[in-house]
């Protein structure tokens, strides 16, 4: 297992940008595929982004060419660099974690998950 710890969520403006991080312990985190959730009051949590171990990356389309994800695994954490933030963007923001090469976009093949940080963008 490995522990995640979320950081970096707050209001901002529409326009606006914020990046959040985790913070893995307790395993390897080289060898886990990372993720990035986010779960709207009264939504299905949905896939935002995710990194494999070498760096390949994938987007929802919703957030493709403004959010980027990124991973430092000397410093065991994960980003999510958020930029040109819309309303629809609000919502909880998870992180998680899979001890596989390849991220994927199906929260179920997560096994590792943060308690979330609040992202809340204002009109």
Known sequence: QVQLVESGGGLVQAGGSLRLSCAASGRTFSNYAMGWFRQAP??????????????????????????????????NTVYLQMNSLKPEDTAVYYCAARPYPVATMFATAYNNWGQGTQVTVSS
């Open 42 to 75: 009264g939504k299905e949590r949905e896939f935002v982004a995710g990194i494999n171990w070498g760096g390949g990356t994938y987007y929802a389309d919703s957030v493709k060419g403004r959010f980027t994800i990124s991973r430092d695994n000397a410093k």
